[in-house]
Structures are given as structure tokens and as C-alpha cells.
């Protein structure tokens, strides 16, 4: 069972322009973050949201948790090929294992000059 | 600090090999993590710890094997090797925290012939 899941699959997007990158589910989760991931590497974090309704700004990036717990977009202003990449999204859930992440498939990015 | 490391980086086992995938963290975290990644599907938990002594299993176990002796140490056992295993393989490690951050290691390229 994919408990959360993200869209679209696949983004690919000029240089400049603006996209938003969802991530949906019917569990509440505790927290919610935000990977990023590289060709031949592994996820870093960007940022990690907490409250429902939280809206957190990373520079072009802006990340935002829904009311309820159970969702959370990210979008970027004006892309640069540097933001290529894969983006995923994890939750941690209420009653699960502590520490336990549920992953979603994530979103491949490709911003193009 | 070093972070999460992993050894190697790439390996071909043939079918019915053995193998240990090396992970290794420097963060002082209590809580580590193997995952398997493959082509569009996101991260799926294999094993876990709690700390040292403390393995349990994730949502995929089958035909792995794990030991946690030490605090700073989470080595994956491959026994008989087989083409479904192929994938890359990536180790995190974290706080025993309620918002569980997760830091990845830079994953491990696993063909099986």
C-alpha cells in the first residue's frame, strides 16, 4: 500500500519557469520532509515541516504542510537546471515505528537551459 | 564528520553469492537504516535498529541479514544472492526523535548476474 503519494512523476520544465510538486496521503502524519537526491547519491534533506499549515521558504523553494497533516506541496519560482533532480517526500506517522519514514516515489526533475 | 559511509560504492555478485554492504555513521545516532531503491519505486526500508543489539525488520527483509554491535555500525548481509536484489542500496541513520530527519549514506550499485 503506497501511503503517500506524489505527483506528477515526471516534470520536465525551461529554465525560469514555475512548477509545484505534490504530495498526498490519507494518513496524518507527525512531520513531513522534503529530500532531495542526486544522480549517484544518496537523499539529502531540504527542510522539514511539523505544523499543520506550516509554510517554510528555502531561497526559490517554498514548502508548505497542509491543515490537516496529511499533505504538503513544493513549489519553485523561476527553476535553474541546478534544481534537477529526484524529490522525494516522507512522513513520519503518528503511531508507527519511531523514527520510521514512509517514502514517497518521488518526483524526477528536469529543468532544461 | 564524515556522516553515513558505505563500502563499496559498486560490486556484480554472481547468483548464490554472498556479500556484507558496509555502512558506517560518526553522528553518535541511535537509529539506523537500510533501504533499497529501485527505478521508480522510491525507498523501501529493508532492516532497522534502535540502537546497539536492536534489529527489526522493514516492509522488505526477505534474503537479507543484518547485526548492530556497535552504536556506529549497521553491515547488510546478502546470502545467496539473486537477480531480484539487484538495486541500489542506500543506509541512513537518525535521532530517536518524533520528527526523524534522516541522513543518507551514498548508496550502493548491486548487480546480480
Known amino acids: 500500500t503506497q501511503l503517500l503519494e506524489q505527483s506528477p512523476q515526471f516534470l520536465s520544465i525551461q529554465e525560469g519557469e514555475n512548477l509545484t510538486v505534490y504530495c498526498n496521503s490519507s494518513s496524518v502524519f507527525s512531520s513531513l520532509q522534503w529530500y532531495r537526491q542526486e544522480p549517484g547519491e544518496g537523499p539529502v534533506l531540504l527542510v522539514t515541516?511539523?505544523?499543520?499549515?506550516e509554510v517554510k521558504k528555502l531561497k526559490r523553494l517554498t514548502f508548505q504542510f497542509g491543515d490537516a497533516r496529511k499533505d504538503s506541496s513544493l513549489h519553485i519560482t523561476a527553476a535553474q537546471p541546478g534544481d534537477t533532480g529526484l524529490y522525494l517526500c516522507a512522513g513520519a506517522k503518528y503511531g508507527g515505528s519511531q523514527g520510521n519514514l514512509i517514502f514517497g516515489k518521488g518526483t524526477k526533475l528536469s529543468v532544461k537551459p | 564528520n564524515a556522516g553515513v559511509t558505505q563500502t563499496p560504492k559498486f560490486r556484480i555478485l554472481k547468483i548464490g553469492q554472498s556479500m556484507t554492504l558496509q555502512c558506517a555513521q560518526d553522528m553518535n545516532h541511535n537509529y539506523m537504516y537500510w533501504y533499497r531503491q529501485d527505478p521508480g519505486m522510491g525507498l523501501k526500508l529493508i532492516y532497522y535498529s534502535v540502537g546497539a543489539g536492536i534489529t527489526d525488520k522493514g516492509e522488505v527483509p526477505n534474503g537479507y541479514n543484518v547485526s548492530r554491535s556497535t552504536t556506529e555500525d549497521f553491515p547488510l548481509r546478502l546470502e545467496l544472492a539473486a537477480p531480484s536484489q539487484t538495486s541500489v542500496y542506500f543506509c541512513a541513520s537518525s535521532y530517536p526523535d518524533y520528527v526523524g530527519v534522516q541522513f543518507f549514506g551514498p548508496g550502493t550499485r548491486l548487480t546480480v548476474l
Open positions: 515541516v511539523v505544523t499543520g499549515g
